[in-house]
T-cell receptor, first 117, second 114 residues
Framework: DGGITQSPKYLFRKEGQNVTLSCEQNLNHDAMYWYRQDPGQGLRLIYYSQIVNDFQKGDIAEGYSVSREKKESFPLTVTSAQKNPTAFYLC????????????????FGPGTRLTVL | AQTVTQSQPEMSVQEAETVTLSCTYDTSENNYYLFWYKQPPSRQMILVIRQEAYKQQNATENRFSVNFQKAAKSFSLKISDSQLGDTAMYFCAFDGRNNNDMRFGAGTRLTVKP
């Protein structure tokens, strides 16, 4: 079945540690996204990537880093520079082509809950 | 930059009744897409319905329909015959040609009461 997987489902981090959240898709989508969701709030964009080896900062990129070495994978690293990393993280992908509105629908993974101890 | 506003943080409805969730957006574009996503307690984001701005006809998916008012930049979601499984957060989202990402509203928490 085609879809997006995120791992782990729950992640605990000690202060000062970097952690990496995994996101994999087999939908053959070009675009991938990382969002952060805090309690009772909407989704805020951290990073997005429209194509392999290219990615752009979103609204709240500080303290995060990403890579896009393969079309299927878009891992997110939460660095020690992120002051308040406890949140729910959602990865998404879409078939959107750069410069062309290809329906726009984003497909989401099940999310990762990150807690800083 | 485009913004999406959902002015109802929480709503409730009795089972089998109808409820309407509001959404407004701000854009200077003429061609774009609008979406309603549902996030149940499992937190999995699920697409409910999609509207293409160039289409006059309002989108409908079973018990879900929208009232798309392009001039007013309004995009409300109507849920008919509400069911307990409709209890969730609902997010309105905008995707425009000039965007590189989708813009989400803050969400409306809907509770369906038995």
């Amino acid at each position: 079945d085609g879809g997006i997987t995120q791992s782990p489902k729950y992640l605990f981090r000690k202060e000062g540690q970097n952690v990496t959240l995994s996101c994999e898709q087999n939908l053959n989508h070009d675009a991938m996204y990382w969002y952060r969701q805090d309690p009772g709030q909407g989704l805020r964009l951290i990073y997005y990537s429209q194509i392999v080896n290219d990615f752009q900062k979103g609204d709240i990129a500080e303290g995060y880093s990403v890579s896009r070495e393969k079309k299927e994978s878009f891992p997110l690293t939460v660095t020690s520079a992120q002051k308040n990393p406890t949140a729910f993280y959602l990865c998404a992908s879409s078939a959107r082509d750069r410069g062309f509105l290809a329906g726009g629908e984003q497909f989401f993974g099940p999310g990762t809950r990150l807690t800083v101890l | 930059a485009q913004t999406v506003t959902q002015s109802q943080p929480e709503m409730s409805v009795q089972e089998a009744e109808t409820v309407t969730l509001s959404c407004t957006y701000d854009t200077s574009e003429n061609n774009y897409y609008l979406f309603w996503y549902k996030q149940p307690p499992s937190r999995q984001m699920i697409l409910v319905i999609r509207q293409e701005a160039y289409k006059q006809q309002n989108a409908t998916e079973n018990r879900f329909s929208v009232n798309f008012q392009k001039a007013a930049k309004s995009f409300s979601l109507k849920i008919s015959d509400s069911q307990l499984g409709d209890t969730a957060m609902y997010f309105c989202a905008f995707d425009g040609r000039n965007n590189n990402d989708m813009r989400f509203g803050a969400g409306t928490r809907l509770t369906v009461k038995p």
